[in-house]
Nanobody, 118 residues
């Protein structure tokens, strides 16, 4: 059974940094595209970043230059380093995975809350 478990969320001030982690199990991690998404109160879930098996990365315009996604295949873990946090980054952050040929992310974590205060 595929499982993703996020950690590292919390309450920080604007301008601070935070690193999220997502540990995967029940899947061949090294072959998977891993992604981070977020959902703010009253808003739809939105894409944040993804990283392919070949470590090609993609970011949303809203986080480009501030967030960095990385993966550690030995630990089956994907990270999201978030710098220069803004109040608008406040959201529940979700980790997700899909096979390279899949159109949609099909396995999701439970989410971790990130709150950025002014």
């Amino acid at each position: 059974q595929e499982q993703l478990t996020e950690s590292g969320g919390g309450l920080v001030q604007a301008g601070d940094s935070l690193r999220l982690a997502c540990a995967a199990s029940g899947l061949t991690f090294s072959t998977r595209i891993m992604g981070w998404f977020r959902q703010a109160p009253g808003k739809e879930r939105e894409f944040v970043a993804h990283i392919t098996a070949f470590e090609v990365t993609k970011y949303s315009d809203s986080v480009k230059g501030r967030f960095t996604i990385s993966r550690d295949n030995a630990r089956n873990t994907v990270y999201l380093q978030m710098n220069s946090l803004k109040t608008e980054d406040t959201a529940v952050y979700y980790c997700a995975t899909k096979r390279p040929w899949s159109a949609e992310f099909n396995t999701w974590g439970q989410g971790t809350q990130v709150t950025v205060s002014s």
